[in-house]
């Protein structure tokens, strides 16, 4: 695929950039900087990382920028004034003989793009790198699945606490004197969460119409008859992998609306995730789920005041990032594929009731899909 | 300092570029746009999250993107090929009669602004930005004071296990019959900050010669007559805000070279400390430090086979984000402030014995400074 001139060219720190911890699988705060040629993948690093950069960073040559800098820097004769990591670029890019970076459509720095062009070098942006992100290894579905299992069981701990919580005469949840909050359920899902190593940050249990907005934390007491939403999305710091699942319980009686939302969105779901394969055109689930919404008389569209009804996309690909490719949504043009990894997860939202949206992880196999969320979902009401 | 067709302009997720987030104070996982101009902040976000973002954004008007798009698309007429984000921002600075986009030097996407330069804009990325980042408000210290306050009981906890614990006839440290790990002290501390919300994600705790590695998180036994580095910089997930704490230990006798290395490592930390004040050129502390090192006999320099010695720079800035402005090395142009946060953390390292490295975390006052770390640093061996 790449040219004999072409390289990928990363510049980022693998922890804010997935493509980079994907190709390296190496934490560090600092910029490295990833070339991948035809025949080649470097990684060049500070002598601060050096050493243990060279036991992490599998299937990759590391090597010191130091020696580049001097190199580029000798090549430059100190006649262009460009920066420092344009000048450790410099170095290796001349010694491989690439002429084209391809660099990351969203994240490649303009400052350092400009430079690379004063040097002769050309600047392709493209917009979806490293493809093979999205087809799973075997090992990177086990990771998933085991994230999962924990998920799992930390929005069960939470249930339980539901289950054995009475509605106080405010209409709040309590256990005995302590009334149940937001934060501690969110407190209870995420230390679970954190004796497997896994980082539960920005987990949303939300109550009531805060739960309208379907990235609204979630704060103070769960509120009886309304939706609580738990959308938990923990991150594995030991291998670096995620997994999405939410829930929608109502403590209590439901009324008449929030359970015909619900039935709605649990059969939406059913009918996409049904018909889940490799070669489907992804946005043939977020049709699917929007039909059956439809059918049940809940209209997917922008309503006076502000969005209502199911105002997100159906479903994303899940891998070192939360949300990555492929896409499932009215718009994508992505083709589902065997071992890609995808949540399904449509959702209703009214500014007067709240949200109710239930989403699984599901790994897409030869003939269909497996679920690797398995906590129960077909009960709105918990007595 | 914007001059009247001048704006700063961010495009990023807040989670991952901390000049938004401190801009903003708004979690959120997807792309949003900041533009600052001489009167006026604003924050472009997608339809999903606007009614969240008019809640939580304080000190800046927030607009929604798709309204901006049209604005955009209306004032474009398809007549060039740019993205959905590019038509965005259009729509909006042309409202603003912007023409030079001041940017993130590192960050700002190269695709973005050479589809900006189509359009006529001027493209100026800066190196530092945000500038009043770095002298911290009352309530931004006191957010930093307190996560060091947890920092300081978690690293207490930890020391406990090291005194509670017997040296085995392996040379590991051992609880009854459990083998005191690395893996187990960072449980115990990063379980403890999780309690409040704070997230110790790549905590290091370290021993034997891993420790000559800064960067090495540290794995299996933990060994007697080695140093054992505890490297703590939690992040508030509530407000945000990091702080940095190092302490060494070791656990029954130090050898002669380690006792020596630890302390001249508290020396020159002391010597550095000592001269914070505003107004002072921060290079100064890293020359005095390593002044004290060769004083104790420990040469600054790379050495045979890999670097060698105080192969870090001596501080940084804490904010937002681990890292940020002012810089404490031997090659920076930063003069300290009143109300900068800055850490203070020499190191020695040597392939053979491990690493030796302290570190506070200090607010710059109008006289000196004033720790924000308090736990204990003077006594190397733990009995």
């Known amino acids: 695929m790449l040219g004999p001139q072409e390289a990928i060219v990363i510049i980022a720190s693998?922890?804010?950039?997935?493509?980079?911890?994907?190709?390296?699988?190496?934490?560090?705060?600092?910029?490295?900087?990833?070339?991948q040629t035809g025949q080649d993948k470097i990684v060049l690093v500070n002598p601060l990382e050096f050493s243990r950069?060279?036991?992490?960073?599998?299937?990759?040559?590391?090597?010191?920028?130091?020696?580049?800098y001097k190199r580029g820097n000798d090549l430059l004769k100190n006649e262009e004034s460009v920066t420092y990591i344009t000048i450790v670029l410099h170095g290796i890019l001349e010694e491989l003989g690439v002429k084209t970076l391809n660099v990351?459509?969203?994240?490649?720095?303009?400052?350092?793009?400009k430079d690379l062009e004063k040097?002769?070098?050309?600047?392709?942006?493209?917009?979806?790198?490293?493809?093979?992100?999205?087809?799973?290894?075997?090992?990177?579905?086990?990771?998933?699945?085991?994230?999962?299992?924990?998920?799992?069981?930390?929005?069960?701990?939470?249930?339980?606490?539901?289950?054995?919580?009475?509605i106080n005469s405010a209409g709040?949840?309590?256990?005995?004197?302590?009334?149940?909050?937001?934060?501690?359920?969110?407190?209870?899902?995420?230390?679970?969460?954190?004796?497997?190593?896994?980082?539960?940050?920005?987990?949303?249990?939300?109550?009531?119409?805060?739960?309208?907005?379907?990235?609204?934390?979630?704060?103070g007491p769960i509120k009886a008859h309304t939706p609580i939403v738990m959308d938990v999305f923990p991150r594995s710091l030991t291998n670096g992998y995620f997994t999405d699942t939410t829930r929608t319980f109502c403590k209590g009686k439901a009324n008449k609306k929030l359970s015909r939302m619900f039935r709605a969105v649990l059969d939406a779901?059913?009918?996409?995730?049904?018909?889940?394969?490799?070669?489907?055109?992804?946005?043939?689930?977020?049709?699917?789920?929007?039909?059956?919404l439809e059918e049940a008389g809940f209209q997917n569209k922008m309503l006076q005041g502000g969005p209502q009804g199911f105002i997100h996309g159906l479903g994303h690909g899940v891998g070192v990032e939360i949300h990555e490719k492929p896409?499932?949504?009215?718009?994508?043009?992505?083709?589902?594929?065997?071992?890609?990894?995808?949540?399904?997860?449509?959702?209703?939202?009214?500014?007067?009731?709240?949200?109710?949206?239930?989403?699984?992880?599901?790994?897409?196999?030869?003939?269909?899909?497996?679920?690797?969320?398995?906590?129960?979902?077909?009960?709105?009401?918990?007595?």
Chains 1, 2 share one sequence.
């Open 53 to 68: 950069a060279k036991k992490e960073i599998l299937g990759a040559r590391v090597l010191s920028e130091w020696n580049y």
């Open 172 to 219: 709040f949840l309590a256990l005995d004197e302590t009334i149940v909050t937001s934060e501690l359920l969110k407190q209870i899902v995420t230390a679970h969460l954190w004796k497997y190593n896994c980082l539960g940050a920005h987990t949303i249990i939300s109550s009531g119409i805060d739960s309208y907005e379907p990235h609204n934390e979630g704060h």
């Open 119 to 166: 040097l002769g070098y050309t600047i392709n942006p493209v917009a979806s790198f490293l493809y093979e992100r999205s087809i799973k290894t075997p090992q990177e579905i086990s990771y998933i699945e085991e994230i999962s299992r924990y998920t799992d069981e930390a929005i069960s701990q939470a249930v339980e606490i539901l289950k054995q919580a009475k």
């Open 269 to 292: 779901q059913q009918a996409a995730i049904d018909i889940l394969k490799p070669g489907l055109p992804a946005k043939e689930t977020n049709v699917i789920a929007v039909a059956k």
């Open 327 to 383: 896409s499932l949504n009215g718009s994508t043009q992505d083709i589902l594929e065997k071992n890609n990894i995808v949540t399904v997860e449509p959702g209703l939202y009214y500014p007067r009731v709240g949200g109710v949206r239930i989403e699984d992880t599901l790994v897409i196999t030869e003939n269909g899909y497996r679920s690797l969320t398995n906590s129960p979902k077909e009960r709105l009401e918990i007595a």
């Open 104 to 113: 990351q459509y969203e994240h490649f720095p303009y400052s350092h793009g």
């Open 14 to 35: 693998p922890e804010t950039n997935a493509d980079l911890f994907w190709a390296t699988r190496f934490w560090a705060p600092d910029p490295i900087i990833f070339v």
